[in-house]
């Protein structure tokens, strides 16, 4: 917090991410988000439910997917929302509630390290590609996402489908005004 | 090992070639399809044909390889690793844009977007059809190694007719077009499936004859009948 209040002294441009968890009650992320904009006035956040890793200790924490959709259109259901700045697309909310369904773009977020081009999804640690050629041409993309890898069966994570959504975006002119509309409005795009 | 390919509809059947057997749509299916099995007593079968997209990604004539088969409260249904491998093998080498992963088996159409959305929420099931399980389950009772290949007719940010929502198979044709000859404003949706139907039966045309061929090449699978590759 002592941070985020310097860097924002200085002027620096500061975004949060949030992930949210099954122990994050909807009034628990309400009253975080209120804090992040009105009190350290950030600006803007971004949001996604947590990846369950399969070798994390503690399952309990991690959501499934209908626990995650129920959990979203609670916090986007509080008066709250209208205050509140995404840094995310309108389409990429509409997901997280359950109301727009995308599949993952799980080459929407190349990483690469001092290892290499991570292949995907980075959330699965699958090993690394030497070139980025590597990792596009040799990648079985379609093999990935939600229904197709059970990996992926609790994803909702916004490294793979913010992609989706950008993508559906400017592939739309109504969405991409609803986006622009969000912006201009000082709301973000969401 | 020769592969029987198995269409619901003759509408399919006649998309994918001369050598088909239609095993009857929907609640058609379920009856019949003991029966069919029983009397050609085929090594293995591809249930081959169209499908609703549920997976946001698949457009027309993308093609669904089964996963798995699903109907909501019975037993999820995994045909035979080794097949499953060795079809999505053939369909790459294709190049025909296909993806592996469930398919829903479901008694009545789903026709609007928010249907389709809630049920890809649910179960990840990549196309919803109205066969699928039975013809699985049947052959999965007689030992016989199965496969199940769909390609997507009407995608998932599509809404069907109201009109052809009730449609339960070929036989209520005559009766759904006469409805929807009295709603002018369904035509245009009627057009949008007309179009994907020839995409559709394009994909099956090209990958169903292939994922039979792969999987009559196969090495034997269990204790499977005689081999039958039959005509209608």
């Given at each position: 917090v002592a941070a985020i209040r310097e860097?924002?002294?200085?002027?620096?441009?500061?975004?949060?991410n949030t992930t949210v968890y099954a122990d994050s009650s909807p009034e628990q992320v309400r009253d975080l988000f209120n804090f992040l904009m009105?009190?350290?006035?950030?600006?803007?956040?971004?949001?996604?439910?947590?990846?369950?890793?399969?070798?994390?200790?503690?399952?309990?924490?991690?959501?499934?997917?209908?626990?995650?959709?129920?959990?979203?259109r609670r916090i986007f259901s509080f008066p709250d929302r209208r205050r509140w700045r995404f840094f995310h697309t309108p389409l990429f909310l509409e997901f997280l509630q359950g109301k727009a369904p995308m599949q993952c773009t799980a080459w929407g977020n190349p990483t690469r390290?001092?290892?290499?081009?991570?292949?995907?999804?980075?959330?699965?640690?699958?090993?690394?590609?030497?070139t980025f050629r590597e990792l596009i041409e040799e990648t079985d993309w379609d093999r990935y996402g939600y229904g197709r890898?059970?990996?992926?069966?609790?994803?909702?994570?916004?490294?793979?489908?913010?992609?989706?959504?950008?993508?559906?975006?400017?592939?739309?002119?109504?969405?991409?005004?609803?986006?622009?509309?969000?912006?201009?409005?000082?709301?973000?795009?969401? | 090992?020769?592969?029987?390919?198995?269409?619901?509809?003759?509408?399919?059947?006649?998309?994918?070639?001369?050598?088909?057997?239609?095993?009857?749509?929907?609640?058609?299916?379920?009856?019949?399809?003991?029966?069919?099995?029983?009397?050609?007593?085929?090594?293995?079968?591809?249930?081959?044909?169209?499908?609703?997209g549920l997976d946001p990604s698949l457009s027309p004539g993308d093609l669904v390889l089964a996963r798995s088969v699903l109907v909501p409260g019975r037993p999820e249904l995994v045909p035979a690793s080794p097949l499953l491998d060795t079809v999505?093998?053939?369909?790459?080498?294709?190049?025909?844009?296909?993806?592996?992963?469930?398919?829903?088996?479901?008694?009545?159409?789903?026709?609007?977007?928010?249907?389709?959305?809630?049920?890809?929420?649910?179960?990840?099931a990549a196309g919803v059809d109205m066969e699928s399980h039975a013809v699985a389950a049947a052959a999965r009772e007689r030992g016989i190694?199965?496969?199940?290949?769909?390609?997507?007719?009407?995608?998932?940010?599509?809404?069907?007719?109201?009109s052809l929502r009730s449609w339960t198979g070929e036989g209520d044709e005559p009766t759904v077009l006469a409805v929807a000859?009295?709603?002018?404003?369904?035509?245009?949706?009627?057009?949008?499936?007309?179009?994907?139907?020839?995409?559709?039966?394009?994909?099956l045309r090209a990958a169903a004859p292939t994922a039979a061929a792969a999987l009559s090449a196969a090495p034997q699978q269990g204790a499977a009948p005689a081999v039958t590759l039959s005509s209608r």
């Open positions: 860097a924002r002294r200085r002027g620096f441009r500061v975004s949060t009105d009190d350290l006035r950030v600006d803007g956040m971004m949001v996604s439910p947590g990846y369950d890793y399969p070798k994390a200790p503690n399952q309990r924490v991690f959501l499934k997917r209908p626990q995650m959709i129920e959990t979203f390290s001092v290892l290499g081009w991570q292949r995907p999804c980075y959330l699965m640690a699958e090993g690394y590609a030497s890898d059970p990996r992926c069966a609790n994803c909702m994570a916004h490294c793979g489908y913010e992609a989706t959504a950008v993508k559906a975006t400017m592939a739309s002119p109504l969405e991409g005004v609803r986006a622009g509309v969000g912006a201009l409005l000082g709301r973000g795009a969401g | 090992m020769s592969a029987l390919l198995l269409a619901p509809t003759a509408r399919e059947a006649r998309a994918m070639g001369p050598e088909v057997v239609v095993c009857g749509a929907a609640a058609v299916a379920r009856e019949r399809i003991g029966r069919v099995l029983d009397e050609i007593r085929p090594s293995a079968i591809v249930l081959a044909g169209v499908c609703g999505r093998g053939a369909l790459r080498r294709s190049g025909w844009p296909f993806v592996t992963a469930p398919l829903l088996t479901v008694e009545r159409p789903l026709g609007s977007r928010r249907e389709k959305t809630d049920v890809w929420n649910a179960t990840g190694p199965w496969i199940v290949l769909r390609a997507v007719l009407d995608p998932a940010g599509s809404e069907l007719p109201v000859a009295t709603r002018p404003w369904e035509w245009s949706a009627y057009l949008r499936l007309a179009f994907a139907w020839r995409r559709a039966a394009a994909a």
